[in-house]
């Protein structure tokens, strides 16, 4: 997937009609800034999952249920929920490389305070202390890493920057829960503050400073309110369904299929190693099948939802179902991200904070709807309703998809709307 070099080329902006300079950066810099934002990512969503893989090391220890450990997992994203929009409106003037440099700062220091936590409320300050800088990240990033370069690779730009938050529940979450097994689980935090103080260092060396309005991709490519809106709904329910089994996993894995312990940090590392295939492949049609590239993982997520709740007692489908469920959603918060940056209705930054409000609702939902019915029913239901869920986003998106292919026979075609002929454009819609 290699990128295009021309990114200090004079970028379309489609809502506008008008030309707007890119940052001028050498390919080189633009695509070692990817590269760090991509690592960025992946310290990010790391920590946001940590408690999943530690669950039951942290619930003991700090003498809480492991319901109550989960909540650190959905009171964290209650917080990005609440708080990317304004933090958005907040720091929309601010220079990229000096509002990512300062959050990457404010990251490693939650993450410290964290590891030194006595208490269940320490930890949860800190965490919460976290969320805010990740609601503030997801906000700003991907039209900041994509801006770099030209509408062309757009989609390509985005898969390989969500790798790292694919790589995640590869190697961040698995080697976590490993280190908390063998060192302590507080160990596992330690290791994300000293992550967080190098990508700060190196965020500030590589990231040009720029006002947010002067990037290529301050805007959308091809906007359309209503099916922004469409895409946030969806975002919402089908995360929700992914993440209502997926944060007690660990409960599902060991009381309905009947792993050891030991097996936990192998089973992860399947399911995120699916992940990174699942962004990979979806990469390949980001650009020329934006809608198919959100069906496909949905229902491919649908149907893995659907069999552990049929076939969870058996281990071998277990994990080809565990690996179904990890192709599924790292694909598709990867189109999201794409498809947000070509129907954002205004500024991509706002949208951007809108579908992390999107993501971070369905994570939240989904993770208190399964700690209340965890203690009850089990972690087996989980898996029913996380089916259940994402395939009604499903039917948000393909109900959307189909009024908007109708449309045309029935509205006159406005050849002036989209300035250029832009071919991503076009293929957007």
Known sequence: MGLDERSTELLPSSA?????????????RASAALVVLSLTAFAFITTELLPIGLLTLIAPDLDRS????????????????????????????????QLLGVTMVLFAAANAVA?????????????????????????????????LFPVAVRGRVVALFSTGAALAPVLGVPAGTWLGQQAGWRTAFAVMAGVGVV??????????????????????????????????????????GFL????YVTPLLLDVSGFTDAALAPLLFVSGAAGVVGTVVVARTLDTHPTASLLTPLSI????????YALGALKPATVVLLAGVGIAYAAFATAVQNRMLQLAPGSTDLASAGVSTAFNAGIAA????GGILLPGPGPRLLALIGGLLTLAALGVLAVDAWRHRARPASVPAVPAAHPGGDETTAAAR
């Open 301 to 308: 997520g649908t149907a893995a939802l659907l069999g552990l």
């Open 16 to 28: 506008t009609g008008r030309q707007k300079l890119a940052p001028k950066v050498s390919p080189r």
């Open 244 to 247: 209502i089994l997926q944060t």
């Open 115 to 147: 590891a030194l936590a006595s208490t269940y409320a320490v930890l949860a300050g800190a965490r919460l202390v976290t969320a805010l800088t990740q609601a503030l990240f997801w906000s700003v990033v991907s039209p900041a890493v994509t801006g």
């Open 199 to 240: 990508a700060a260092a190196v965020v500030v060396v590589l990231i040009p400073s720029y006002s947010p309005e002067s990037g290529g991709a301050a805007r959308g490519t091809s906007p359309d309110a209503r099916r922004f809106l469409m895409l946030l709904i969806a975002t919402a329910v089908g995360v929700g």
């Open 366 to 369: 989904g993770s208190l709807l």
């Open 66 to 97: 492991r319901s109550q450990v989960g909540l650190l997992v959905s009171g964290y994203a209650v917080v990005v929920v609440l708080a990317s929009v304004p933090l958005a409106r907040l720091t929309q003037r601010i220079p990229r490389r």
